[in-house]
């Protein structure tokens, strides 16, 4: 039996002279959105050594914007 769901999902990346260094990505279940996952990945991995303090910071504020999209989508279900 197909089980379909909605999502939201935010994506954003650290990028430095046009590359790619770090992926960020936040997925959060329209019907449950408490429920969210978190994920980041490498782009290039010689870029985001010279540059780990930048998405360190950068991860950080991707994080707080998904969480304010995830508080958007809870107080939206809730009305």
Same mark, same amino acid.
């Given at each position: 039996?197909?089980? @379909?769901? %909605?999502?939201?999902?935010?994506?954003?990346?650290?990028?430095?002279?046009?590359?790619?260094?770090? @992926?960020?990505?936040?997925?959060? &279940?329209?019907?449950?959105p408490?429920?969210m996952?978190?994920?980041?990945?490498?782009? &290039?991995?010689?870029?985001? %050594?010279?540059?780990?303090?930048?998405?360190? @910071? $950068?991860?950080?504020?991707?994080?707080?914007?998904?969480y304010?999209?995830?508080e $958007?989508?809870?107080?939206?279900?809730?009305?």
């Open positions: 039996m197909l089980e @379909t769901t %909605k999502s939201i999902t935010l994506n954003g990346n650290s990028t430095f002279d046009g590359v790619i260094a770090q @992926t960020y990505q936040a997925v959060i &279940d329209s019907n449950v408490e429920n996952t978190l994920s980041n990945w490498i782009g &290039d991995y010689a870029v985001y %050594k010279n540059h780990r303090i930048e998405c360190s @910071t $950068e991860r950080s504020q991707f994080e707080d914007k998904a304010e999209l995830q $958007e989508a809870i107080a939206e279900k809730t009305e």
